[in-house]
């Protein structure tokens, strides 16, 4: 049974940091690679990030680029998100998914659909 679980959310100032982890169990992350989501309240779903399973390539939405960065440990089975000078806009409920390929999906690695395992989401709140 696969599962992947975020934790690390919270509340936070502007400008604030706070680093989001993704735990998988029940599949090898030495063969997969991991995307980062968010949603707002009243939006859809938008890709945030996606590494490698080598961490050999990244991706990011413009708009977190230079301020998010992912990585990972697979000997432990996590991947992270070290997010930085955070801003009021990117409050939302955060997901990890996990692609069945050891590539991200290149420019579609926003699309959601070419994910198979999801996490349960966790909260970021940016706000003084």
């Known amino acids: 049974q696969v599962q992947l679980v975020e934790s690390g959310g919270g509340l936070v100032q502007p400008g604030g940091s706070l680093t989001l982890s993704c735990v998988a169990s029940?599949?090898?992350?030495?063969?997969?690679?991991i995307g980062w989501f968010r949603q707002a309240p009243g939006k859809e779903r938008e890709g945030v990030s996606c590494?490698?399973?080598?961490?050999?390539?990244?991706w990011y939405k413009e708009s977190v680029e230079g301020r998010f960065t992912a990585s990972r440990d697979n000997a432990k089975n996590t991947v992270y998100l070290q997010m930085n000078d955070l801003k009021p806009e990117d409050t939302a409920v955060y997901y990890c998914?996990?692609?069945?390929?050891?590539?991200?999906?290149?420019?579609?690695?926003?699309?959601?659909?070419?994910?198979?395992?999801w996490g349960q989401g966790t909260q970021v709140t940016v706000s003084s």
């Open positions: 590494i490698s399973s080598s961490s050999s390539s990244e």
């Open positions: 029940g599949l090898n992350l030495d063969y997969y690679a």
């Open positions: 998914a996990a692609v069945t390929s050891v590539s991200c999906p290149g420019i579609y690695y926003g699309d959601s659909r070419r994910y198979d395992y």
